[in-house]
């Protein structure tokens, strides 16, 4: 379908091809003659017979990112962007059901629904870069965001890019392997540009999204909804805010704050349930070392306890990237609970008492039946009970007016003495 579509062009020496910043509606293929690659008017690579070039914008739907002018006499091979987006697309279909799979393994999309999933999957496409070749150069506007299926990739620092195309004099800051994404840190930027030059060290598949598929798929600020998801899908595995219904949950989450940490900063301790949304915190928990990367999360023994936090989470910093970290206090939860009509007074015993409540509720055979809303009724009439070794709870042959579940500690059961 592409070959059928492409025109021949012709270009004398210093004519522009594509110019960086324009819409780009044609793909090309050098036949003869050289031509050379600027970004931002400097030279950063040369195209010869064989080579294409043109098509991050088509891919992308999004302008030129670099210009390319003839340095002798040449003749290129165009195909419309209708052609292409069809061979595309054609390809995406047949490839679909994998790509699917392999957006299940990344951490950043966990959050999304099976539906967002799948046109997510439907929008995507496979890129291959070999040992030595750049997916992206410092400088360049962010178009896309890149997952690694398979190879290495190095982000570099500083180097520069000869006549040729090939880069040298960086230095490594990171090693991306299968499973690992490029460019989310640039999702909540407005005409974002690259500010490392990535090159792949040794064969390479990437699946590629661009930013409008995207935003399309999930709305204009791509990052806040990303890591909502990321909060809302670790909410839903709490042992404690997964016994909420999901919309009880996305209210208590609006108390959630997201803060950023430069790396090396100390994280705040005293939060009841935290996740870590970008970048990577180590520090403490429960006395053994720990580290969090993205999407992994931690609920503080103390959230559950009428006394304030336990802090069991200690010296937590910031990794070597930084850290953006969702936490949630225990003030927060009793604020969203009395919101929701859970709490009559927003007090720190009040949320300890309900979440209490509500997971030795889920754990009685008798009310496992009872749907999220049946459960938060039931549990307000519900009264948290102390007694002390020895002391009798029910008596037999009294008339029973009361229904107990035991939350901590043993009791003894006789019959007839």
């Known amino acids: 379908a592409i070959l059928s579509a492409m025109e021949f062009f012709e270009f004398l020496p210093g004519e522009a091809v594509v110019e960086q910043g324009t819409t780009g509606n044609t793909f090309f293929i050098a036949q003869t003659g050289s031509l050379q690659v600027s970004v931002n008017g400097n030279v950063c690579n040369t195209v010869s017979e064989g080579q294409a ?3 991050l914008a088509l891919l992308y739907n999004c302008p030129r990112t670099a210009t390319v002018k003839a340095l002798t006499r040449c003749g290129v091979w165009g195909a419309n962007g209708a052609a292409v ?11 679909q059901q994998d790509y699917r799979q392999f957006l299940d393994s990344i951490r950043l999309f966990d959050g999304l629904t099976d539906s967002q999933k799948e046109k997510a999957a439907e929008s995507a496409f496979k890129e291959v870069f070999e040992t030595g070749a750049r997916l992206v150069t410092a400088g360049e506007d962010f178009a896309a965001i890149y997952f690694v299926k398979k190879g290495q990739l190095r982000v570099m620092r500083g180097g520069k890019v000869m006549a040729d195309g090939t880069f040298v004099d960086g230095q490594v800051l990171a090693t991306l392997g299968p499973g690992t994404s490029l460019g989310e840190a640039l999702l909540s930027g407005v005409n974002a540009r690259w500010e490392n030059t990535v090159v792949a060290s040794s064969s390479s ?5 661009s930013v409008p598929e995207l935003k399309s798929l999930l709305g204009e600020d ?5 890591e909502n998801g990321l909060v809302l899908k670790a909410m839903q595995e709490s042992a404690v805010l997964s016994q909420f ?4 949950r996305s209210e208590i989450s609006k108390w959630i704050t997201v803060r950023t940490y430069a790396v090396g900063a100390k994280v705040e301790d005293h939060a009841g349930f935290l996740v870590v949304v970008k970048g990577q915190i180590k520090g403490k928990w429960q006395g053994e070392s720990k580290t969090l990367e993205q999407g992994d999360w931690l609920e503080d023994g103390g959230l559950l306890e009428r006394s304030e936090l336990r802090s ?3 010296d937590m910093m ?19 609970l009395e919101k929701l009509g859970l709490a009559a007074v927003a007090s720190g015993e009040e949320v300890s008492d309900l979440a209490k409540k509500m997971l030795m509720v889920r754990k009685v055979r008798i009310f496992q039946h009872l749907s999220r809303e049946q459960v938060s009724k039931l549990v307000r009439s519900f009264v948290l009970q102390h007694h002390r070794k020895g002391a009798q709870v029910i008596k037999q042959g009294e008339v029973g007016s009361s229904f107990f579940v035991i939350v901590s500690g043993e009791v003894n059961v006789t019959i007839d003495g």
């Open 318 to 336: 910031a990794g070597p990237e930084g850290a953006r970290v969702a936490s949630l206090s225990k003030g927060g939860l009793s604020t969203a």
């Open 53 to 55: 070039f043109g098509s």
């Open 245 to 248: 219904s999901s919309g009880q």
């Open 222 to 226: 791509l990052g806040r909804v990303l």
């Open 205 to 209: 598949e990437v699946l590629c999204i």
């Open 312 to 314: 069991d989470l200690q």
């Open 85 to 95: 987006h069809a061979a595309l697309r054609e390809n995406a279909h047949t490839h």
